[in-house]
């Protein structure tokens, strides 16, 4: 399983952490950024110090640094160890303080706040295809700094445009350059045209803050949930869930489940604030569904078989909130499901 989820209590002042990152091409990068990106975060807040500020222009500034940190070390890991250098991840990560939120993202997961029953969606998909104004800007972005988009990938190998690790389309260009060459994928002429402008693939994370007073709850969650269900269709799905029982723990595990049972074959994982705003009441009517698709949404299939599940922790947070959930589920054979 290439998904992970890490959740942190401890060492930022006024905040918790919450992060998903999710790997592709192996677990190396993965693995590195689980202790690395959080500690990058402490060190760069001054243990949250920074973060106490409605500055959002100098806590993009900060936590940008604090990723291209994590990134810088991942990188220098993989290309010393000789590990993964296939590997790569995304990652979103939330900072929950008591009357705000700061996301850092980076990649395809995404956040989503419930405010009065309907979905406010934080963050775009990094993703180089699509007419949304997120992938436009990548698009061009990437084409600015020489590089290129082939079937919807940058450089035709990889789908997501902002990502930790994937050293080759990073500090190993050239040399991906002349592989490509010796292999056959682009000619000699095509190699010698391409010009090394910029970063065709960035850790560079959108910076977000926005307030809580409203929020009923926030959903993080993996891209192998938003690839089969719409962000309202969630929000509404863990109202529902919350009115019949109150148990955010099921809620979460439900939620992910439905994206499985929906023909999801991807890794699913879900994390789940709750401010305890959804009353409970067993006996209230569903909420109606409502089919129509949202602007923007593109979908996305991988091919994996099989299942595997669950693993679940809570941890405390300050402020408002009232429970903190995280599920991890996975569509793959033989996966070993873990959390933080």
Not at 140 to 167: E, H, M, P, T, Y
Request: net charge negative.
């Amino acid at each position: 399983m290439e998904d992970s989820i890490v959740i942190r209590s401890d060492g930022l002042q006024g905040f918790s952490y919450a992060a998903v990152l999710d790997g592709h091409a192996g677990l190396s990068s993965v693995s590195f950024l689980r202790e690395e990106l959080f500690k990058e975060c402490v060190l760069a807040t001054e243990n949250g110090v920074l973060l106490q500020t409605s500055d959002v222009s100098s806590i993009q500034s900060i936590l940008t640094k604090a990723f291209l940190e994590a990134d810088k070390h991942l990188l220098s890991w993989l290309e010393e160890t000789g590990e993964g250098l296939e590997s790569g991840s995304t990652a979103t990560v939330i900072l929950l303080g008591a009357d705000c939120l700061i996301i850092a993202h980076v990649g395809d997961s995404r956040v989503v706040i419930a405010r009065g029953g309907k979905a406010d969606v934080v963050c775009g998909d990094h993703r180089p295809y699509g007419k949304s104004k997120t992938a436009l800007e990548e698009i061009k972005r990437i084409r600015q700094a020489g590089g290129w988009i082939n079937n919807g990938r940058v450089c035709g190998v990889l789908s997501v445009s902002r990502a930790f690790g994937d050293i080759k389309l990073k500090t190993l260009r050239q040399e991906m350059l002349e592989e490509g060459v010796k292999t056959g994928l682009w000619t000699s002429k095509f190699a010698s045209r391409v010009e090394l402008n910029g970063d065709w693939v960035t850790a560079a994370p959108d910076v977000i803050q926005t307030a809580l007073d409203d929020a009923d709850f926030i959903i993080l969650a993996s891209d192998g949930l938003w690839d089969y269900i719409q962000s309202s269709e969630a929000v509404r799905f863990v109202r529902n869930q919350l009115r019949q029982h109150g148990d955010v723990q099921r809620a979460c595990e439900a939620l992910a489940n439905l994206a499985l049972d929906k023909n999801g074959q991807d890794n699913v994982s879900v994390v789940i604030a709750d401010f305890g705003k959804v009353q409970y009441d067993p006996n209230a009517p569903l909420e109606d569904r409502n089919v129509g698709a949202e602007a923007g949404q593109l979908v996305l299939v991988l091919s994996l078989v099989g299942l595997e599940w669950v693993n679940a922790c809570t941890r405390a947070v300050p402020g408002k909130v009232r429970s903190f959930m995280a599920v991890n589920a996975d569509k793959c054979e033989d996966a070993k499901c873990g959390l933080a």
